[in-house]
T-cell receptor, first 112, second 112 residues
Framework: GESVGLHLPTLSVQEGDNSIINCAYS??????FIWYKQESGKGPQFIID?????DKRQGQRVTVLLNKTVKHLSLQIAATQPGDSAVYFC???????????FGQGTELSVKP | ETGVTQSPTHLIKTRGQQVTLRCSSQ?????VSWYQQALGQGPQFIFQ???????GRGNFPPRFSGLQFPNYSSELNVNALELDDSALYLC???????????FGPGTRLLVL
């Protein structure tokens, strides 16, 4: 069935290090991918997105990489800060009525 | 610019009751999507509304219904509440049906 999954449920990094969060998707028809950050007690916050005609997109301290050959998505966070601690979700849009399919999430913990 | 707002923030109901949750979309956004997020899981798509019409539905029973109003605000109604309906209900708005979805803070529903 359709699914977006994450390889690691938890990730612990030292402040200042780079973080990499991975995600696998199963639907080859998906053409739009988004990363969200969710802090405790809050709704998901948009971080960065990428369309299937690109393989890399950069934002402020974040980079998303898309490998359509192996259906893999990653989020790289440079110089990770304590404020980056949260659960990160990848989501895909496969053009089925605006439906976003979310993975289970990866909890990022940043140690000072 | 006002972001997505939801009300109430928390709600406690008993099994069999009915509940209505409300969402105001971000300024200029004409599309609203609803998601259910169980504890420790990623959000699950319930349905999307565009120009007051349902534009896609996830795997939820008919007792989950919705409305969108001319000002693009929306309601989610759940009848005959079950214990498993306890979750965080998220509303997201977007400029168009296939564009980036921005989430509100959610309504935490507890069914006893």
């Amino acid at each position: 069935g359709e699914s977006v999954g994450l390889h690691l449920p938890t990730l612990s990094v030292q402040e200042g290090d780079n973080s990499i969060i991975n995600c696998a998707y199963s639907n080859s028809a998906s053409d739009y991918f988004i990363w969200y950050k969710q802090e405790s007690g809050k709704g998901p916050q948009f971080i960065i997105d990428i369309r299937s005609n690109m393989d890399k997109r950069q934002g402020q301290r974040v980079t998303v990489l898309l490998n359509k050959t192996v259906k893999h998505l990653s989020l790289q966070i440079a110089a990770t800060q304590p404020g980056d601690s949260a659960v990160y979700f990848c989501a895909e849009n496969n053009n089925q009525g605006g439906k976003l399919i979310f993975g289970q999430g990866t909890e990022l913990s940043v140690k000072p | 610019e006002t972001g997505v707002t939801q009300s109430p923030t928390h709600l406690i109901k008993t099994r069999g009751q009915q509940v209505t949750l409300r969402c105001s979309s971000q300024s200029g956004h004409n599309t609203v999507s609803w998601y259910q997020q169980a504890l420790g899981q990623g959000p699950q798509f319930i349905f999307q509304y565009y120009r007051e019409e349902e534009n896609g539905r996830g795997n939820f029973p008919p007792r989950f219904s919705g409305l969108q109003f001319p000002n693009y605000s929306s309601e989610l109604n759940v009848n005959a509440l079950e214990l498993d309906d306890s979750a965080l209900y998220l509303c997201a708005s977007s400029l168009k049906r296939q564009e980036t979805q921005y989430f509100g803070p959610g309504t935490r529903l507890l069914v006893l």
